[in-house]
């Protein structure tokens, strides 16, 4: 089995062994040296051979073949009859039988043929002859040649078209990355903006708590809210400010929210919704009463907010006077 292994080394250098004899050529060629290196030389001959062949023949060198191969040879001139030299006498010998002619030839080429037998091998033969077995050498080496460099074309035709798609999906997850990233920046964008439009409305409530309580006439009121909790107020007449904050207010679900209001002669109407509570505490509303309100009013509404009060008030305190 082994004889038969190293044998098919020129046919797998040329790529022309059927799948399961290149399967096994494979596994032998793993332990072979002697098989990889003529493996290797013979790759070497086609592919020397395959370029050898790019040169084309002159146009005329195929008619000349032909024509020199149909041409005859030249066939050796039988003597006629009476062409003997005459004799002394006078006499004309008489003449001499000869055998038929075809008879001759067929001797004489017999002749031909047996010399040329007993010459060596190689010899005998016309330029012709040589000179188309060279060409079928060369055809058959070209061939063998092409053929390896058609299979390693298919091959690297292939790689190629693995590595282009490889390459375009790399190129599409690298797309889509982007496009998170660019959408992550967006949100981040939003976040940075909310952040400060908060930081602009905190800095504005500072500046007016800081005016309420720099105010002579500001008075803090601390009322129990009916629900649980504290609500505390600072007011000034003179700088027309509220101070509205709360501790310990119970926590309403997401729906839900505080909302405060001023009364006054017209009624109730909203003063603001009070912040989700941090450490107990919510963050500080600043309102504006007007002259004739008089008490302030705390309810429990939709978290967006009513524009009219939908629950009973939990807190209700008197204002200040002036």
Same mark, same amino acid.
């Given at each position: 089995?082994?004889?038969?292994?190293?044998?098919?080394?020129?046919?797998?250098?040329?790529?022309?062994?059927?799948?399961?004899?290149? $399967? &096994?050529?494979?596994?032998?060629?793993?332990?072979?040296?002697?098989?990889?290196?003529?493996?290797?030389?013979?790759?070497?001959?086609a592919?020397?051979?395959?370029?050898?062949?790019?040169?084309?023949?002159?146009?005329?060198?195929?008619?000349?073949?032909?024509?020199?191969?149909?041409?005859?040879?030249?066939?050796?001139?039988?003597?006629?009859?009476?062409?003997?030299?005459?004799?002394?006498?006078?006499?004309?010998?008489?003449?001499?039988?000869?055998?038929?002619?075809?008879?001759?030839?067929?001797?004489?080429?017999?002749?031909?043929?047996?010399?040329?037998?007993?010459?060596g091998?190689?010899?005998?033969?016309?330029?012709?002859?040589?000179?188309l077995?060279?060409?079928?050498?060369?055809?058959?080496?070209?061939?063998?040649? &092409?053929g390896?460099?058609?299979?390693?074309?298919?091959?690297?035709?292939?790689?190629?078209?693995?590595?282009?798609?490889?390459?375009a999906?790399?190129?599409?997850?690298?797309?889509?990355?982007?496009?998170?990233?660019?959408d992550?920046?967006q949100?981040?964008?939003?976040?940075?903006?909310?952040?400060?439009?908060?930081?602009?409305?905190?800095?504005?409530?500072?500046?007016?708590?800081?005016?309420?309580?720099?105010?002579?006439?500001?008075?803090?009121?601390?009322?129990?809210v009916?629900?649980?909790? $504290?609500?505390?107020?600072?007011?000034?007449?003179?700088?027309?400010r &509220?101070?509205?904050?709360?501790?310990?207010?119970?926590?309403?679900?997401?729906?839900?929210?505080?909302?405060?209001?001023?009364?006054?002669?017209?009624?109730?109407?909203?003063?603001?919704?009070?912040?989700?509570?941090?450490?107990?505490?919510?963050?500080?509303?600043?309102?504006?009463?007007?002259?004739?309100?008089?008490?302030?009013?705390? $309810?429990?509404?939709?978290?967006?907010?009513?524009?009219?009060?939908? $629950?009973?008030?939990? &807190?209700?305190?008197?204002?200040?006077?002036?």
């Open positions: 089995m082994d004889d038969d292994l190293h044998a098919l080394s020129g046919a797998y250098a040329v790529d022309a062994l059927p799948y399961a004899e290149w $399967t &096994l050529f494979e596994e032998h060629l793993r332990g072979c040296a002697g098989c990889g290196t003529e493996v290797r030389r013979l790759r070497e001959t592919a020397r051979l395959a370029g050898a062949v790019g040169v084309n023949p002159p146009p005329g060198l195929r008619p000349r073949l032909l024509a020199a191969a149909r041409r005859p040879s030249p066939r050796p001139m039988l003597p006629l009859l009476g062409d003997a030299p005459a004799r002394g006498d006078g006499l004309a010998p008489p003449p001499v039988a000869r055998p038929w002619a075809g008879e001759e030839r067929r001797r004489k080429w017999g002749q031909g043929w047996g010399r040329r037998r007993e010459q091998p190689g010899q005998g033969r016309g330029w012709p002859a040589r000179m077995a060279g060409l079928a050498a060369v055809c058959a080496a070209a061939a063998v040649g &092409l390896a460099v058609a299979v390693d074309a298919r091959r690297d035709s292939g790689g190629l078209a693995a590595e282009s798609r490889r390459l999906e790399a190129n599409q997850r690298l797309s889509d990355a982007n496009q998170r990233l660019s992550a920046n949100r981040l964008a939003g976040v940075n903006r909310q952040v400060a439009e908060a930081s602009q409305r905190l800095a504005g409530v500072n500046r007016q708590v800081a005016v309420l309580l720099a105010a002579s006439d500001a008075r803090t009121v601390r009322r129990p009916a629900s649980g909790g $504290t609500a505390t107020m600072v007011v000034s007449r003179s700088a027309g &509220l101070l509205f904050t709360s501790s310990g207010l119970p926590s309403l679900p997401e729906s839900r929210g505080y909302e405060l209001w001023l009364m006054g002669p017209g009624g109730p109407r909203p003063a603001g919704l009070l912040g989700r509570a941090e450490g107990g505490v919510t963050a500080p509303v600043v309102v504006t009463p007007l002259r004739g309100d008089e008490r302030v009013a705390l $309810t429990v509404e939709p978290a967006r907010g009513s524009p009219r009060p939908t $629950t009973d008030p939990i &807190l209700l305190a008197d204002l200040p006077a002036a």
